[in-house]
């Protein structure tokens, strides 16, 4: 099968691998109708994860149940499903617990698992033909036959319950001021998020104009920070208080206005300033304990210079952590269903898998048209 394969950093080819094939009773095997490019990709794109060569990208992804292992009760050929990036047992403490994004059986040793990704257990991802559904019972949510709401759908899998994840952490409800640091996708969510969950005001910051222009477009305000001091733009704003919520979209991979040097603290420590005393906030942005390209020794082993003073005295609160998909994947495809959330608007592109290499190279430069890429591996 064709499959979407990292060769060195900054780049990937669309190769034949090993044939997907069923391990356990418990696997399904799907064939793959959507496959979407992530933001967490392009950290091992870039080479800042020390993932190996060879390795299969992919862990946002759906598709249609080809075969089923006699231990799958809920499931049959031509079932139309969502996987959570989280790949999950169900029956361990923390899956029992709904922290399914924690899960102790897949991947031992480490915080949780997911297809397609480094140091996240041995599951192929899924920017290939065909993929191996471990656990399927407990992983899939069924869609609607057909293939209505693809792109909307093709979201569940990652950034929509992810952003959503950023809203819950940092307790957003009706009424809020909410400042989300990160118009990408995932950051696009968050705002999205925070308003389908009754905010009054949410401002989005980052630097790039297209993905500014999204924000807007969905009802939050653009906040360009290579053209404002976003802390004391954002505090002018709100009466000098700050916003009651604060959600870091953006991770350890934050910069400096200009684009320039990395400061892997500056987006957390950004939102210490920016959200007012006694209020929360929500980390979804990727803080990981070790990067071969960080710009410092500390960074590189996930030791960042946290302004916990400040934090301390203005009594913030925040949650940390990736996202546990089956909290809200069932909630959010029914909210699609019914009209009520178009995630889709954050898709650019829809192309072939052919065109992997390219969509990543111009994803990962920020290319306008190039917001978020669905991959379609059986397309004409």
């Not at 994840?165 to 990408?184: C, F, I, K, N, R």
Request: hydrophobic letters at 35%; proline letters at 6%; glycine letters at 12%.
């Amino acid at each position: 099968m064709r499959a979407v394969v990292y060769k060195e950093p900054f780049r990937v080819a669309v190769e034949e691998v090993p044939d997907a094939r069923m391990q356990d009773p418990t696997d399904v095997l799907i064939r793959v109708t959507s496959t979407c490019i992530c933001g967490s990709d392009l950290h091992m794109y870039e080479g800042r994860t020390g993932a190996e060569p060879g390795i299969v990208f992919g862990h946002e992804n759906m598709g249609v149940v080809e075969e089923v292992g006699p231990g799958v009760a809920k499931l049959q050929p031509g079932d139309r499903i969502s996987l959570p990036f989280n790949v999950a047992c169900g029956f361990c403490r923390n899956c029992e617990a709904n922290r399914t994004g924690f899960c102790l059986t897949v991947n031992p040793g480490f915080g949780g698992g997911a297809y397609g990704y480094v140091a996240m257990g041995p599951y192929t991802g899924g920017q290939a033909e065909y993929l191996r559904v471990p656990f399927a019972d407990f992983n899939a949510l069924k869609l609607p036959s057909g293939d209505e709401h693809e792109a909307d759908f093709a979201m569940l899998a990652d950034i929509f319950p992810t952003g959503y994840h950023g809203s819950e952490m940092a307790q957003v409800g009706p009424g809020d001021t909410v400042a989300v640091y990160g118009a990408g996708p995932v950051g696009l969510m968050a705002a999205y998020s925070s308003l389908l969950r009754g905010a009054a005001k949410v401002f989005s910051v980052d630097r790039v104009p297209n993905r500014l222009n999204l924000a807007e477009r969905i009802g939050a305000i653009p906040v360009n920070y290579d053209e404002v001091d976003a802390v004391q733009y954002i505090t002018d704003q709100t009466n000098g208080d700050g916003t009651d919520k604060g959600i870091d979209a953006v991770g350890y991979q934050a910069t400096v206005s200009g684009g320039g040097e990395e400061q892997p603290a500056i987006v957390l420590n950004s939102l210490v300033y920016t959200v007012r005393a006694t209020g929360r906030i929500g980390t979804i942005g990727l803080y990981v304990p070790s990067d071969p390209g960080a710009p410092s020794e500390e960074a590189a082993n996930g030791r960042l210079l946290f302004e916990i003073g400040k934090f301390f005295e203005k009594g913030l609160s925040m949650g940390t952590g990736q996202c546990n998909v089956k909290s809200y994947n069932r909630q959010l495809r029914d909210m699609i269903i019914a009209g009520r959330a178009e995630p889709s608007f954050v898709v650019s592109k829809e192309l072939p898998l052919d065109e992997a290499p390219d969509a990543y190279e111009r994803f990962d430069k920020r290319e306008e048209g190039y917001s978020k890429i669905v991959l379609h591996p059986h397309a004409a």
